[in-house]
């Protein structure tokens, strides 16, 4: 599971991911409810804070129909890695390979960046709308993101939103496609 992460991911972000991997020794999780094909599991993690052992608690819910995962932490919501209890768990039911859901393209070294927005004294057939509008559009999205990160509830609705708009706005560049080709 890790060396799937290694291959796939930049190298800063794999250590993130490797942080992970290090505190999934400490972790021992334990089935709590089952619901077929649900399962809701107990996981402990072990942490030494100010030369005391402390033991917290997360609750995981795992399907075993589709092998997706989550964990009241919300570490991959926030972050987009995968959080130590999450990968305990996957272990527990000898999961080997992590879902693709969960290696997500951004952190990619093999993805294919379209283009970029980052005008430079270069670009003179740029056009200055396209530039002005993903400007104005990071200056929204900053000042919406600065409102709501402090808070993980918060910031998994806003994830969630801009998925809901990226699917609304592929719908819709799709459904132009489509008129225009019938055209």
Same mark, same amino acid.
């Given at each position: ?68 995962? &989550? ?10 890695? +995968?959080?130590?209890?999450? +990968? ?17 393209? &951004? ?14 004294? $270069? ?7 396209? $530039?002005?509008?993903?400007?104005? +559009?990071?200056? $929204? ?15 998994? +609705?806003? $994830? ?24």
């Amino acid at each position: 599971m890790e060396k799937q992460f290694q291959q796939e991911y930049t190298t800063s972000m794999f250590r993130d991911v490797q942080v992970e991997f290090v505190k999934k020794a400490d972790c021992r999780a334990s089935v709590v409810t089952e619901d077929w094909p649900v399962v809701c599991m107990k996981v402990e993690e072990e942490k030494l804070v100010h030369d005391t052992m402390i033991c917290d608690s997360y609750v995981v819910h795992f399907d075993r129909s589709t092998q997706e995962v &989550r964990c009241e932490c919300n570490l991959f919501e926030s972050s987009g890695v +995968l959080c130590c209890h999450c +990968l305990e768990v996957f272990h527990s039911f000898k999961v080997y390979k992590v879902p693709s859901c969960y290696v997500l393209p &951004r952190w990619s070294k093999n993805i294919k960046r379209k283009h970029t927005y980052i005008k430079s004294s $270069h670009d003179v057939n740029r056009s200055d709308v396209s $530039h002005d509008a993903f400007k104005g +559009l990071c200056a $929204h999205f900053y000042n919406i993101a600065q409102e709501f990160v402090n808070d993980d509830d918060e910031t998994a +609705l806003l $994830h969630a939103a801009l998925e809901e708009t990226r699917a609304k706005l592929s719908e819709h560049r799709a459904n132009l496609e489509m008129l225009w080709s019938a055209i």
